[in-house]
């Protein structure tokens, strides 16, 4: 069984942003035009963007029989992204994402729930890290069952939306925002919630920011991390694959958030940006 650096597991979807719209004569349908398209999901992105950095990613999730799909396992490809464990499924329509921003939209958007990786196919896959979003922890605990604790991968956990049924036992690294963090914990200030994380399993490393200034657990203490510079909600979206990525390399917490901040991030976001597509499609609402 080849082994990969990371092997990232969670929601994979096919992303439409549109930054005109119109209302069909009809008054049924929007029509967009000026539109952005490509494969999106957190843990998606974070193995096209661990990718780019050099790292050896599998990518362990679920599309339909579709275009989309297709698109969706075309991208990982061509990114270098191993995708012998993303499913298809026969019938299955691929998820999609869409969000209207013409000014008459209002910032619409359709979000679909998502199909989880299978576990089974987590188990045909040996990564050194699992990394997961979501859509993708439950699956991945599921799959570490089968090995001996000195076996399992480390995992790590995008918690850029609320992670259910989340314990951080059997968690290496735990990147979560401050809004999420501090909802997890029901604290008032994100040095509360970074103190209770730091209580709650001593052999995680959670990192989160506020603004300009980041928050990281490390052998059980909690401790403030200055950043050069407020982190734009851009950054903020690949943090935990760049902070991750930081770690593979031998830093600690505090030093892989820096790095991370600073420089990671924007290399995978420069990697991520999308041909936009002129073209008219209808999106029902």
């Not at 490809?77 to 869409?98: F, I, K």
């Not at 729930?113 to 979501?134: I, M």
Request: charged share 20%.
């Amino acid at each position: 069984m080849k082994t990969y650096d990371v092997v990232c597991a969670g929601a994979a979807y096919f992303d439409t942003i549109s930054l005109s719209v119109a209302v069909s004569p009809s008054g049924r349908a929007t029509i967009a035009t000026d539109q952005t398209k490509g494969s999106c999901g957190q843990a998606l992105s974070a193995a096209i963007g661990l990718a780019r950095v050099g790292l050896r990613v599998a990518f362990c999730g679920v599309v339909g029989d579709d275009e989309r799909g297709v698109l969706v396992r075309e991208i990982l490809q061509a990114e270098g992204v191993d995708t012998a464990a993303l499913r298809t499924l026969p019938g299955l329509a691929t998820s999609r994402y869409a969000v209207d921003l013409g000014p008459a939209a209002k910032r619409r958007s359709h979000r679909p729930r998502y199909p989880a990786p299978r576990t089974e196919d987590l188990r045909e896959v040996r990564g050194r890290w699992l990394h997961v979003d979501s859509v993708g922890y439950p699956p991945a605990m599921a799959a570490q069952t089968i090995h001996t604790p000195a076996e399992r991968a480390w995992m790590s956990v995008d918690a850029t939306e609320p992670v259910p049924a989340l314990s951080l036992a059997g968690v290496n690294l735990f990147v979560a925002t401050a809004p999420v963090l501090t909802q997890r914990y029901d604290a008032r200030s994100v040095p509360a919630a970074v103190t209770s994380a730091a209580a709650e399993a001593t052999g995680t490393w959670t990192v989160t920011t506020d603004r300009s200034c980041g928050w990281v657990t490390q052998s059980g203490k909690a401790a403030r991390c200055d950043l050069d510079r407020e982190i734009s909600p851009r950054v903020r979206t690949m943090l935990p694959a760049a902070t991750l990525a930081e770690v593979i390399q031998g830093w600690d917490a505090a030093s892989a958030l820096r790095i991370a901040c600073t420089t990671t991030a924007g290399r995978m976001l420069d990697a991520l940006q999308l041909p936009s597509a002129s073209t008219r499609v209808a999106i029902h609402v």
